[in-house]
């Protein structure tokens, strides 16, 4: 049976994903064979396994670290807020269906056998499990029906490690003051504090650090700095945009809102609602400069690349954005600023405009014509800017959004779209989760370089898309000033769709003119898209794609690069040889010994 050992944090957004994807890459380069759990997770960015199942985006990076193909054991509990009051459960990679928060709370319970059953799978599997705790386990209103701190780490045996962060200040009322809110029992399993995002001469900060140790009774494991590594934000998006973004408050299952199911003080903002304001770095961290560790302003790239970015994407900051993660391989090439527009004034004259991905499609395209924002972007298109929608953003660009069957939980259940492609949407109650290999069509408009280039991702909506009034492709003919041809609707991409025993190819997405849209997610990661993408809009511009440093541009690569990084900069902070005898394994950092 594998070894465990758990993070948990002082608040939400204090590092946890960060430390637990780090230590799933320490322990494989180690030598062991290390996965990631959590119990239950609060995101809309999620991630399809190649078994047509449905996981948060944070086990995926861990699992990523761990170098292993990531699994819905690993969180076998999804939320995916859909409403003010309420969220989609999604049980071991399948919906259950949308409960309010009060209602999931009674319920949760029931599903302990559920979570046990993925740990005990993983455990026999694994080596070492590094399971990561959601907010706080000092929720002393909620803990007695806890299954992802305490109530999770007294299931599987696990030590814990608390993480508190220095950076917002008071780590020591942090860390004490959670010490000391948690039962005798629950205090018994914290074998070591961690002291993250630090900046400055540690010597400075010893004698706090031995305070701590004689007030708590529980030695510190590790004072880690403020690390530079550029991976996935926090994996989730509920609560307001701090009133940038309409009205779309949201409080998800538990009472609970941000990354982890935790209540804000902040009027609803998460740390991955900053990220996207530019106020966090790629690990949803705020610098006391008013800077970011790996985002500057808005541009989600390192600071020294910031300065002067040769292309300009705008991404529509919608509400209830699901899977921005999308742009995280755009946002990576150096000549590339991607930045997240919630109004009109922010919109400017971009390179591309991209509507993303959503949980609720007609509550968000109501949203983006209230804002202003529909018209900013209609003229834009009209001036031949490559507009380009994915997922629920790909169906607003159609004509009509229909969901009589009310499947997003929204109070419309019909919405004109902005009528750039002649589309209609239907929801149906089934979700496609599937992940799908092809290539890009023959494209038209300014993106067509991008034709033929290969692709992979996966497709996770509820609305099946088509043209409308039972036309083809052939009768989608459009009249324009600047070309002798009508300008028709073209299939976006050719799939191979593939589920855990089917495979069927199919087409997915239109493009007319300067308009694409698609149901892929990840759709950017294949380097050849995203490097013939920028390189396109470089050259719609006059630059030369080798000055930009595009052409050896390798996302995969990159990521590799960062987690070696990360794992490098825990090995030198954190006390290695003590988590190992934490976790009760002899001879420290190598499986041979």
Not at 550 to 563: G, H, P, R, S, V
Request: charged letters at 25%.
């Amino acid at each position: 049976m594998a070894k465990a050992i758990m993070v948990q944090g002082t608040m939400s957004n204090v590092g946890k994903s960060l430390i637990a994807a780090g230590l799933c890459r320490i322990f494989r380069e180690d030598g062991y064979r290390v996965a990631p759990f959590k119990s239950q997770n609060m995101a809309l960015n999620s991630f399809i396994t190649g078994d047509g199942l449905e996981m948060g985006r944070a086990q995926v990076v861990q699992a990523e670290a761990a170098g292993i193909r990531p699994t819905v054991d690993m969180n076998p509990i999804l939320l995916k807020p859909t409403t003010d009051v309420g969220s989609q459960v999604i049980v071991r990679g399948v919906p259950l269906g949308n409960m309010k928060a009060r209602d999931y709370f009674a319920y949760k319970k029931e599903l302990v056998p559920v979570v046990m059953e993925s740990y005990r799978r993983l455990a026999e599997e694994y080596d070492i499990i590094v399971i990561e705790g959601a907010g706080s386990p000092a929720e002393i209103n909620l803990n007695h029906e806890d299954i992802v701190n305490m109530g999770m780490a007294a299931m599987a045996d696990a030590s814990v490690l608390l993480v508190g962060d220095i950076d917002r200040g008071g780590v020591f009322a942090q860390l004490y003051g959670t010490v000391s809110l948690l039962k005798e029992e629950e205090r018994a399993r914290v074998k070591g504090l961690v002291i993250n995002k630090f900046r400055g001469d540690k010597t400075i900060l010893d004698p706090g650090v031995s305070m701590l140790e004689e007030l708590c009774n529980i030695p510190v494991a590790g004072v880690v700095p403020y690390m530079q590594v550029e991976l996935e934000d926090e994996d989730s998006l509920s609560g307001a945009l701090e009133g940038r973004a309409g009205n779309a408050a949201e409080v998800p299952l538990d009472g609970k809102a941000g990354n982890t199911e935790e209540a804000l003080t902040d009027g609803g903002r998460t740390a991955a609602m900053d990220a996207l304001d530019g106020k966090a770095g790629n690990t949803a961290e705020v610098r006391r400069d008013g800077g970011t560790a790996a985002m500057d302003a808005q541009d989600g790239k390192p600071e020294s690349t910031a300065a002067a970015p040769l292309v300009d994407i705008a991404v529509i900051r919608f509400p209830r954005i699901a899977n921005f993660t999308d742009f995280n391989a755009l946002s990576a090439i150096p000549c590339v600023r991607v930045r997240y527009v919630a109004r009109p004034s922010e919109l400017g004259a971009p390179d591309l405009v991209v509507l993303p991905g959503t949980k609720n499609t007609i509550s968000d395209l109501l949203w983006l014509r209230s804002s202003g924002l529909e018209a900013a972007v209609l003229k834009l298109a009209s001036r031949r800017v490559p507009i380009w929608g994915i997922c629920g953003g790909f169906q607003m660009l159609g004509e009509e959004v229909i969901d009589e069957a009310g499947a997003e939980g929204a109070s419309v259940h019909r919405a004109a779209g902005l009528g750039l492609l002649p589309l209609t949407t239907w929801f149906e109650a089934e979700k496609v989760r599937t992940q799908v290999t092809g290539s890009l069509g023959e494209l038209d408009g300014p993106l067509s370089v991008l034709s033929g280039k290969c692709l992979t991702g996966y497709e996770i909506h509820m609305g099946r898309t088509a043209i409308s009034g039972g036309r083809g492709p052939e009768d989608t003919g459009r009249l324009v000033d600047y070309r002798a041809e009508p300008e028709i609707c073209r299939p976006m991409a050719y799939l191979l769709e593939t589920q855990s025993d089917s495979k069927q190819v199919k087409t997915d997405g239109w493009n007319r003119g300067n308009v694409y849209g698609s149901y892929v997610h990840g759709i950017f990661d294949d380097p050849g898209i995203a490097r013939s993408l920028t390189e396109a809009l470089l050259a719609k511009k006059g630059f030369c794609a080798d000055l930009a440093g595009t052409a050896d541009f390798d996302y995969a690569a990159f990521k590799e690069m960062q987690f070696t990084a990360l794992a490098k900069g825990l090995r030198e902070s954190l006390d290695m040889d003590r988590i190992y005898e934490i976790m009760g394994i002899e001879g420290g950092n190598s499986r041979e010994n």
